[in-house]
């Protein structure tokens, strides 16, 4: 049978789903007045803040915390405070709509908490068209015993494809945690998108915890209403502490397309995603789903902590993606918190945005995916500047002249020919962040630092490096050179209030093979950088006080001992029409 699934998360994003039969309902439809009437003020006084977003998803002001595809139009349902800048336990569900993943149009709320089973919050959920085409949200409602519980709503009208009214059914809720199953009642969120199993039964999963082991914990259903717990664990890990905003999707091994979330087979790998409470970090695994056991096996050396992978290695969390029918793709939202301090959100006015869209793959090793920007994003380029092609001598700095550089899309290439000069990595360096710490941009090393110079002020003062730099493994016998990617904070405020922490990954390409890309989305206050062609990302949010709006510089640089051959073109950025009137 096949089905269309999406998702989005409220910690982290949402998703959507469908039922059949014949189900009572309340409404649960809210104008928020306040918060239609903030999005479609005029933004003259948005456009004098110098960290307002020009494309990435942003509300008009307050907390956030956004997908899914109805009838060819994109929905971001987004956990939003319509009363402040930080969470709170109001939080409503906000709703825009897109038809190219990159402008959006602002709608009345989705829902907000008015019943006992969600009277004291309306968190994350998911989002899956079913079969006949009919969506539907699971979401996490915090009762009036303060106990998180799982509950479903339905949109009112089908033939609106912007999806604007919803219901929530009075048989909710539809899961709860009980002694019996032994779930702690502050501990059993987030449900993750449904997939059908070949019995035609629904599973879907729950993040929780027991003591510090993270748990997804899995629910089957043969209607989509009456669900109940298995008796194992879908899987776990020690020493993780709570699982929040559980993602779980297949990718293929061989065709460079996304897959509907039920889909599985022997080409198949999968995938599964949470979200860790206790660090604010997040890890992905690829395995096997086991069918007949209803487990998920990641593969050997596939984990849940520091020395597994990540979607990204900076400011990202509670991310959730969804299945693109529309251009079979899957798609990757997250949601990316801020550097300054609660001060200073409250005197700008507002908290959190989402990063861009992005698209998932398995990389062709099969051992990690790969993210790339939504090509819809393209269309927001203009003035194209070409740097050319030219040989960085060590001590290099080069200006690109041409764009504006505070609101521009850059993509470079860097070639090493002469490998003599690579430091050799010593065993103890395993963490890249400690590591890219250590030897900041101001470090020079045989191979590196090279890379970009964002937001940077003209005297360089103040700027964001995002950078390279290659080691010669420490095992004698290979001609092996690793490969480090940082984004270097340090210098990037005179505001010593702000969170400036140094970020750093190690990215799984072989220089001496390949050329050494790199793309960074720079908007203001945050800088998406996207190495190894989307191996390895990083996320940062940046509020310098000198390099902003026309004060703002792009750099290409060589601060490493050995000559770097860079080539590449950058864009200015078009501003998207988001949450405004057009």
Same mark, same amino acid.
């Not at 792009?554 to 405004?580: D, H």
């Given at each position: 049978?096949?089905?269309?699934?999406?998702?989005?998360?409220?910690?982290?994003?949402?998703?959507?789903?469908?039922?059949?039969?014949?189900?009572?309902?309340?409404?649960?439809?809210?104008?928020?007045?306040?918060?239609?009437?903030?999005?479609?003020?005029?933004?003259?006084?948005?456009?004098?803040?110098?960290?307002?977003?020009?494309?990435?998803?942003?509300?008009?002001?307050?907390?956030?915390?956004?997908?899914?595809?109805?009838?060819?139009?994109?929905?971001?349902?987004?956990?939003?405070?319509?009363?402040?800048?930080?969470?709170?336990?109001?939080?409503?569900?906000?709703?825009?709509?897109?038809n190219d993943?990159?402008?959006?149009?602002?709608?009345?709320?989705?829902?907000?908490?008015?019943?006992?089973?969600?009277?004291?919050?309306?968190?994350?959920?998911?989002?899956?068209?079913?079969?006949?085409?009919?969506?539907?949200?699971?979401?996490?409602?915090?009762?009036?015993?303060?106990?998180?519980?799982?509950?479903?709503?339905?949109?009112?009208?089908?033939?609106?494809?912007?999806?604007?009214?919803?219901?929530?059914?009075?048989?909710?809720?539809?899961?709860?945690?009980?002694?019996?199953?032994?779930?702690?009642?502050?501990?059993?969120?987030?449900?993750?998108?449904?997939?059908?199993?070949?019995?035609?039964?629904?599973?879907?999963?729950?993040?929780?915890?027991?003591?510090?082991?993270?748990l997804?914990?899995?629910?089957?259903?043969?209607?989509?209403?009456h669900?109940?717990?298995?008796?194992?664990?879908?899987?776990?890990?020690?020493?993780?502490?709570?699982?929040?905003?559980?993602?779980?999707?297949?990718?293929?091994?061989?065709?460079?397309?996304?897959?509907?979330?039920?889909?599985?087979?022997?080409?198949?790998?999968?995938?599964?995603?949470?979200s860790?409470?206790?660090?604010?970090?997040?890890?992905?695994?690829?395995?096997?789903?086991?069918?007949?056991?209803?487990?998920?096996?990641p593969?050997?050396g596939?984990?849940?902590?520091?020395?597994?992978?990540?979607?990204?290695?900076?400011?990202?969390?509670?991310?959730?993606?969804?299945?693109?029918?529309?251009?079979?793709?899957?798609?990757?939202?997250?949601?990316?918190?801020e550097?300054?301090?609660?001060?200073?959100?409250?005197?700008?006015?507002?908290?959190?945005l989402?990063?861009?869209?992005?698209?998932?793959?398995?990389?062709?090793?099969?051992?990690q995916?790969?993210?790339?920007?939504?090509?819809?994003?393209?269309?927001?380029?203009?003035?194209?500047?070409?740097?050319? &092609? /030219?040989?960085? +001598? #060590? $001590?290099?700095?080069?200006?690109? %002249?041409? =764009?504006? @550089?505070?609101?521009?899309?850059? *993509?470079?290439?860097?070639?090493?020919?002469?490998?003599?000069?690579?430091?050799?990595?010593?065993?103890?360096?395993?963490?890249?962040?400690?590591?890219?710490?250590?030897? &900041? /941009?101001?470090? +020079? #090393? $045989?191979?590196?630092?090279?890379g %970009?110079? =964002?937001? @940077?002020?003209?005297?360089?003062? *103040?700027?964001?490096?995002?950078?390279?730099?290659?080691?010669?493994?420490?095992?004698?016998?290979?001609?092996?050179?690793?490969?480090?990617?940082?984004?270097?904070?340090?210098?990037?405020?005179?505001?010593?209030?702000?969170?400036?922490?140094?970020?750093?990954?190690?990215v799984?390409?072989?220089?001496?093979?390949?050329?050494?890309?790199?793309?960074?989305l720079?908007?203001?206050?945050?800088?998406?950088?996207?190495?190894?062609?989307?191996?390895?990302?990083?996320?940062?949010?940046?509020?310098?006080?000198?390099?902003?709006?026309?004060?703002?510089?792009?750099?290409?640089?060589?601060?490493?001992?050995?000559?770097?051959?860079?080539?590449?073109?950058?864009?200015?950025?078009?501003?998207?029409?988001?949450?405004?009137?057009?």
């Amino acid at each position: 049978m096949a089905m269309m699934i999406f998702s989005l998360c409220i910690f982290c994003f949402l998703s959507l789903l469908l039922s059949y039969g014949v189900i009572e309902i309340e409404g649960s439809h809210h104008v928020c007045s306040n918060l239609l009437t903030l999005q479609l003020t005029s933004t003259h006084h948005q456009a004098k803040q110098p960290y307002r977003t020009g494309y990435h998803f942003q509300p008009p002001k307050n907390w956030i915390n956004g997908p899914l595809i109805y009838k060819n139009v994109y929905h971001l349902f987004y956990q939003y405070n319509p009363n402040g800048v930080e969470w709170a336990a109001n939080i409503v569900w906000a709703h825009s709509t897109s038809n190219d993943l990159v402008n959006w149009t602002p709608h009345d709320d989705a829902f907000y908490p008015s019943q006992p089973f969600d009277i004291n919050g309306c968190w994350s959920g998911s989002a899956t068209i079913l079969p006949g085409g009919k969506p539907a949200i699971f979401y996490t409602g915090i009762n009036s015993k303060t106990e998180q519980v799982q509950n479903l709503a339905f949109p009112k009208n089908l033939s609106d494809p912007f999806l604007r009214e919803w219901v929530k059914i009075t048989q909710n809720p539809l899961m709860v945690p009980t002694q019996a199953n032994q779930i702690n009642t502050d501990s059993f969120r987030d449900p993750s998108t449904a997939w059908l199993g070949p019995d035609n039964r629904w599973r879907l999963i729950i993040g929780s915890k027991n003591d510090q082991t993270g748990l997804a914990i899995l629910y089957m259903s043969e209607d989509f209403l009456h669900w109940t717990m298995v008796d194992h664990h879908f899987h776990s890990a020690k020493e993780n502490g709570m699982w929040e905003c559980p993602d779980f999707f297949p990718v293929s091994k061989n065709s460079p397309i996304g897959l509907d979330t039920s889909t599985n087979g022997p080409d198949i790998k999968h995938v599964l995603k949470v979200s860790l409470f206790n660090t604010g970090k997040e890890y992905y695994t690829i395995g096997t789903y086991i069918l007949d056991k209803d487990i998920y096996i990641p593969d050997e050396g596939s984990v849940e902590s520091d020395s597994g992978m990540r979607y990204d290695y900076g400011k990202f969390y509670a991310s959730k993606s969804f299945f693109d029918s529309a251009k079979n793709r899957r798609i990757l939202w997250g949601w990316v918190n801020e550097s300054s301090s609660a001060i200073d959100d409250i005197k700008k006015g507002w908290s959190g945005l989402q990063a861009i869209p992005r698209t998932l793959l398995l990389d062709k090793s099969g051992k990690q995916l790969v993210q790339w920007p939504i090509v819809e994003l393209e269309k927001l380029r203009t003035k194209q500047v070409k740097l050319p &092609s /030219t040989v960085s +001598k #060590g $001590g290099s700095l080069h200006e690109v %002249l041409g =764009v504006t @550089a505070a609101q521009a899309d850059v *993509e470079v290439t860097f070639e090493i020919t002469d490998f003599e000069k690579a430091e050799v990595l010593d065993p103890s360096w395993t963490d890249p962040q400690i590591l890219c710490s250590e030897k &900041s /941009t101001s470090v +020079k #090393g $045989g191979l590196g630092p090279f890379g %970009l110079l =964002v937001l @940077a002020s003209k005297g360089l003062q *103040e700027y964001t490096a995002v950078f390279y730099r290659i080691f010669k493994s420490h095992n004698t016998t290979t001609n092996k050179y690793v490969v480090l990617l940082c984004s270097d904070q340090s210098r990037s405020s005179l505001n010593e209030d702000n969170d400036k922490t140094t970020y750093g990954a190690f990215v799984n390409v072989d220089p001496l093979h390949e050329k050494l890309s790199l793309r960074s989305l720079i908007d203001h206050s945050i800088v998406e950088s996207f190495g190894g062609e989307g191996k390895t990302c990083i996320t940062t949010r940046v509020y310098p006080t000198l390099a902003v709006h026309g004060d703002t510089h792009l750099y290409a640089f060589n601060f490493g001992r050995e000559s770097v051959k860079i080539a590449g073109s950058a864009w200015s950025m078009s501003t998207a029409m988001i949450n405004r009137s057009r």
